[in-house]
C-alpha cells in the first residue's frame, strides 16, 4: 500500500512567487522524511530530512520542510521560486526500524517567467 | 569524490533479449539499493544489499531479474529475458553504514520494445 502520497502530480508557479508542494505519509510511529529533487538527467539529490529533532527543516537552495504529525504533513515549500528550481520532486518516508525508503510519485514543478 | 555511477545511461532492447546493468556505488559504502520508476508512476524499491548479502529483495518483480554485488563492490542487475513491462528508469543509490542519506546515480533507462 502507498504510504507516501504526493498530492499534485504537476504545480505550476511564476518566478518569484512562493512554492508549496504536499506530500502526507502514512506511518503511525514518527518516521523520517526526506525530499528529494531530481533535474532531468540527474541523479536524486537530497533536499533536506526530518529525523525527529525540529519540525521545521531547513534545507538546500532556500527549500524548507514542516512535520506536521497532526496532520501527518511534510510539504516543502519555498518563498520565492526561481527558474532553475523547475525539476521533479519527491517525498520520500523511511519507516522506524527500516532500512527501505518509500517514495511518492513525485510532483514536477514547472517555473514560468 | 565520484557519486553513485551506473551503466549504460540507456538501453533499448528487443522482448526476450537480456540486459544486465551495472551500478556502482560510492567507494566505502555497504549499502546498496536498486529502484525501478515505470512512466507516471512512483519509484519503486527492488532490492539492497548490504556489502555482498542481499538484506532485502521483497521488491524484486519475478525471477526474471537477477542482481549481484560480487565482494561487495559493484552491483548488476540482470533481466533475462526481458518483457515489455520491464521498461522504465532503474536507479541504484548507496548508503553508508546506518547514514539515512542516499546518494543516487543517474539512472539507466531502459526501453523494452
Known amino acids: 500500500a502507498q504510504s507516501v502520497t504526493q498530492l499534485d502530480s504537476h504545480v505550476s508557479v511564476s518566478e518569484g512567487t512562493p512554492v508549496l508542494l504536499r506530500c502526507n505519509y502514512s506511518?503511525?510511529?514518527?518516521?523520517?522524511l526526506f525530499w528529494y529533487v531530481q533535474h532531468p538527467n540527474k541523479g536524486l539529490q537530497l533536499l533536506l530530512k526530518y529525523t525527529s529533532a525540529a519540525t521545521l527543516v531547513k534545507g538546500i537552495n532556500g527549500f524548507e520542510a514542516e512535520f506536521k504529525k497532526s496532520e501527518t504533513s511534510f510539504h516543502l515549500t519555498k518563498p520565492s521560486a526561481h527558474m532553475s528550481d523547475a525539476a521533479e520532486y519527491f517525498c520520500?518516508?523511511?519507516?522506524?526500524?527500516?532500512?527501505?525508503?518509500?517514495f511518492g510519485r513525485g510532483t514536477s514543478l514547472i517555473v514560468h517567467p | 569524490e565520484a557519486g553513485v555511477t551506473q551503466f549504460p545511461s540507456h538501453s533499448v532492447i528487443e522482448k526476450g533479449q537480456t540486459v544486465t546493468l551495472r551500478c556502482d556505488p560510492i567507494s566505502g559504502h555497504d549499502n546498496l539499493y536498486w529502484y525501478r520508476r515505470v512512466m507516471g508512476k512512483e519509484i519503486k524499491f527492488l532490492l539492497h544489499f548490504v556489502k555482498e548479502s542481499k538484506q532485502d529483495e521483497s521488491g524484486m518483480p519475478n525471477n526474471r531479474f537477477l542482481a549481484e554485488r560480487t565482494g561487495g563492490t559493484y552491483s548488476t542487475l540482470k533481466v533475462q529475458p526481458a518483457e515489455l513491462e520491464d521498461s522504465g528508469v532503474y536507479f541504484c543509490?548507496?548508503?553508508?553504514?546506518?547514514?539515512?542519506?542516499?546518494?543516487f546515480g543517474s539512472g539507466t533507462q531502459l526501453s523494452v520494445l
Open positions: 506511518s503511525s510511529y514518527s518516521p523520517s
Open positions: 543509490a548507496s548508503s553508508q553504514g546506518t547514514s539515512e542519506k542516499l546518494f
Open positions: 520520500v518516508e523511511r519507516r522506524r526500524g527500516s532500512y527501505i525508503p518509500t
